[in-house]
């Protein structure tokens, strides 16, 4: 059983920058695909960025394109969400996920808060 926690949400004003951390335990983390999703009030979850188990291949919607960095460091378990510029259309929670080739595993989410 996979463990994954998030942290480094908050509040933050428009143009500024978060790094958000999920921190895995109990599993082989190098074996996993890491995600991270955000879902909004009153909207369906939505995919923001995802790294390969290596590192060397990295996905990102378009609302993060140039302004999101997604990054692992195995060694520590641990992916991270570097986040600049931030908009207010931002706001939401942020998951962390890890998919290996039979299991799915989810954080319990980060709230990310910007203000105009």
């Known amino acids: 059983q996979v463990q994954l926690v998030e942290s480094g949400g908050g509040l933050v004003q428009a143009g500024g920058s978060l790094r958000l951390s999920c921190a895995a335990s109990?599993?082989?983390?190098?074996?996993?695909?890491m995600g991270w999703f955000r879902q909004a009030p009153g909207k369906e979850r939505e995919f923001v960025a995802a790294?390969?188990?290596?590192?060397?291949?990295?996905y990102y919607a378009d609302a993060g394109k140039g302004r999101f960095t997604i990054s692992r460091d195995n060694a520590r378990n641990t992916v991270y969400l570097q986040m600049n510029s931030l908009k207010p259309e931002d706001t939401s929670v942020y998951y962390c996920?890890?998919?290996?080739?039979?299991?799915?595993?989810w954080g319990q989410g980060t709230q990310v808060t910007v203000s105009s």
């Open positions: 996920n890890a998919k290996s080739v039979v299991r799915e595993y």
């Open positions: 109990g599993g082989t983390f190098s074996s996993f695909a």
């Open positions: 790294i390969s188990w290596s590192g060397d291949n990295v």
